[in-house]
């Protein structure tokens, strides 16, 4: 039996199943196979592997309870990459799932930052703000 150890990497999104604002669910299986198609061409134009690790979950703040999916990516032993492209893949991955599924702000939390991507300041009306 061979051991393998690498440098922790850890990337993790929350991605919501709601068109924007508009309470229209998305069906989960569709970013499923938007990451797939993804992960394939990646494969094919760059032999890039970009494992992910969805488990279902909700965002709740104030009195907005959503449906998401956590999206989770690691430096996979067996396809090694560097950290920079590991990164960027992700970006330009989430970038598109937000295009593709009306996604006005979406967070990566990686384990040396945090970053926000957002197409408009504008947040969910069912957030209750004391102002």
Known sequence: MQKTTVKPF???ITFGLEIGYTKKSINR???IDAIQEYQNRLICDKNVVLSASISDCDIVLS???EPHLTIRFINYPKFLL???VLKEEIEKMVKLL???FDQNRIVIEYLDETVMFENSDSIDPRI???I
Request: a neutral charge; charged letters at 35%.
């Open 10 to 12: 850890s990337a993790k």
């Open 82 to 84: 560097e950290e920079t």
């Open 63 to 65: 009195g907005q309870v």
């Open 98 to 100: 937000m295009r593709n």
């Open 128 to 130: 209750n703000r004391i």
């Open 29 to 31: 299986l569709d970013i």
